[in-house]
């Protein structure tokens, strides 16, 4: 069983950025596919970003595509989520996912959670 240990987020203004790493530990994130997971007061916890473990290719939802980059680094066992232009509505609890698969329809989570991190926007 994989073991993940999230960064800490924090407090920032509209259109700063923060990074987020979601290290591995107990197994590598080896050929499965991790990535991000969202949740704010009130709201269902939602799909932000994946990338597949091997060939680095990524996944976004909507609302962050041009704003959040995710990337690896394998030899660290680390996935990372850039945030850049961050927006009050961003503002949630993070968490991070070991094994992600698409359906054809939605990410679903298999792996994993990280413990969670708070990011908050302020306008």
């Known amino acids: 069983q994989v073991q993940l240990d999230e960064s800490e987020g924090g407090l920032v203004q509209a259109g700063g950025s923060l990074r987020l790493s979601c290290a591995a530990s107990?197994?590598?994130?080896?050929?499965?596919?991790m990535g991000w997971f969202r949740q704010a007061p009130g709201k269902e916890r939602e799909f932000v970003a994946a990338i597949t473990w091997s060939g680095g290719s990524t996944y976004y939802a909507d609302s962050v595509k041009g704003r959040f980059t995710i990337s690896r680094d394998k030899a660290k066992n680390t996935g990372y989520l850039q945030m850049n232009n961050l927006k009050p509505e961003d503002t949630a609890v993070y968490y991070c996912?070991?094994?992600?698969?698409?359906?054809?329809?939605?990410?679903?989570?298999?792996?994993?959670w990280g413990q969670g991190t708070q990011v908050t926007v302020s306008s």
């Open positions: 996912n070991s094994d992600l698969r698409w359906n054809g329809r939605t990410w679903l989570d298999f792996g994993s």
């Open positions: 107990g197994r590598t994130f080896s050929s499965y596919t």
